[in-house]
């Protein structure tokens, strides 16, 4: 079946208040690490394998050495990309001054959502218009912590350094990233050695269960360097990438997570509306209740998972006639975060009580966007994700029963498409 769409709504403009915030926090870095400038050649590493369409490019994940770990341990070098203070500017000038259209022609927007089985779109939001995240955690927190489990932390190599990233699980053993952790923007190349570890905690060595990545697909825009971009490499629409997981002793992914993967949600901005007028002494512009988790490298140096919770506003520019579709957020956050999930309504339903509710929310545990980018500068505390979305590359509300744009055109090609990897079959998907 496929899943739900709700009715389209006209995309929301660059607000002047987004505008406000990123002229005092200048976007800068994709947030997984400070070593290479965006006009640095990285390392060289495995070159992209062809692929049956245009629109996707994989490879099998080359492995050198297993990573111990040890090697876990002492692993904390980021991959991430810095703009310079002129980049910085023309963007935000462009934020300013040039909002993106509502939509392209051949475009399709809507909100899609693709549950575990069925479902409809989760919004925690009343009549008021206001987002939230509510949860459950009770004294111990022992029901919230379970929903911490699919996310963790990803390791890998380019050339023989090692380095880190966050990542998610949205199927057994299919973990979402961001795609500047698995290849080199426009250069053709894969990184090896790709091994993620679920809810991976440095003090808790014996519980860190390892998963060594089999392969890894990207969108070829990115690639190979044309993907819409408000800079070369950085605040990219598809800046996503997915990895198959190989099984531990005949165990999934997943198993090691407490049995569980997150859902995700395409153009989560066409789900939600404005606050109502009244609500606020001021204008307040559309946006989402938003949980971040990650390993960032400023904190517990990138050894334990980290969460952040803030609202996220829409950021889209103007590229070249087509428009690059972001999300962005404050976060104390830095390198080592970067591919980590952003979270709709994360946690788990108390009961209710006197006829309560959490507005139209149904489901939880809802990703829209992975961390993509930010600054370097400890003082900014601002990022941006890549969001899953309809787009320029990837136009269609619906791919097979994945739903639409690009994280729906991903999946479907790891789990359905003939030519793909055939996950559902294997019984590895969701």
Excluded at 257 to 274: D, H, K, P, R
Excluded at 373 to 389: H, N, P
Aim: charged residues 15%; proline residues 5%.
């Amino acid at each position: 079946m496929a899943p739900p769409v709700m009715k389209s709504r006209a995309a929301l403009a660059v607000a002047a208040a987004l505008a406000l915030l990123l002229a005092c926090a200048a976007p800068s870095a994709a947030q997984g690490s400070g070593d290479f400038s965006a006009n640095d050649q990285p390392p060289s590493g495995q070159p992209a394998a062809a692929d049956a369409s245009a629109k996707f490019s994989t490879a099998k994940v080359v492995h050198t050495k297993p990573f111990t770990k040890a090697a876990m341990k002492r692993a904390t070098q980021e991959r991430a990309v810095e703009l310079t203070a002129e980049q910085a500017a023309a963007l935000i000038a462009a934020a300013a001054n040039t909002p993106a259209a509502a939509e392209e022609a051949g475009v399709e927007s809507a909100a899609s959502y693709a549950p575990e089985s069925g479902g409809v779109v989760p919004l925690s939001q009343g009549t008021s218009g206001f987002s939230f995240a509510d949860t459950r955690v009770a004294k111990t927190g022992t029901a919230f912590v379970p929903n911490l489990k699919p996310a963790g932390k990803l390791f890998f190599k380019i050339g023989t350094s090692n380095y880190i990233c966050s990542a998610s699980l949205i199927g057994k053993s299919l973990a979402v990233t961001a795609a500047h952790c698995v290849c080199a923007f426009g250069k053709s190349t894969f990184y090896t050695d790709f091994t993620f570890v679920p809810d991976y905690d440095v003090d808790n060595p014996s519980g860190n269960v390892v998963f060594r990545g089999k392969a890894v697909i990207v969108a070829t825009s990115y690639l190979k360097g044309t993907d819409t971009c408000a800079t070369a490499g950085v605040a990219c629409s598809n800046d996503v990438a997915l990895v198959w997981l190989d099984v531990n002793n005949g165990q999934q992914a997943f198993q090691a997570a407490g049995n569980t993967y997150y859902n995700y949600m395409i153009n989560a901005f066409e789900a939600s509306a404005a606050p109502g007028a009244g609500f606020a002494s001021a204008a307040v512009p559309k946006y989402l209740a938003v949980t971040q988790l990650g390993y960032p490298g400023n904190w517990d140096n990138g050894g334990k998972m980290q969460m952040s919770n803030s609202p996220g506003f829409q950021y889209n520019v103007a590229v070249s006639g087509k428009t690059m579709k972001n999300i962005v957020r404050g976060t104390s956050m830095t390198g080592g975060s970067s591919g980590g999930p952003w979270l709709l309504n994360l946690g788990v339903d108390a009961a209710a009580s006197n006829g309560a509710n959490y507005g139209s929310v149904t489901t939880r545990n809802a990703v829209i966007a992975v961390t993509s980018w930010g600054r370097t500068d400890a003082a900014v505390k601002f990022q941006g994700a890549s969001m899953f979305a309809t787009n320029n590359e990837f136009p269609n509300a619906a791919y097979g029963i994945r739903g639409g744009g690009n994280i729906g055109a991903l999946v479907d090609y790891a789990c359905d498409s003939a030519g793909g990897w055939g996950l559902q079959a294997k019984g590895f998907c969701r």
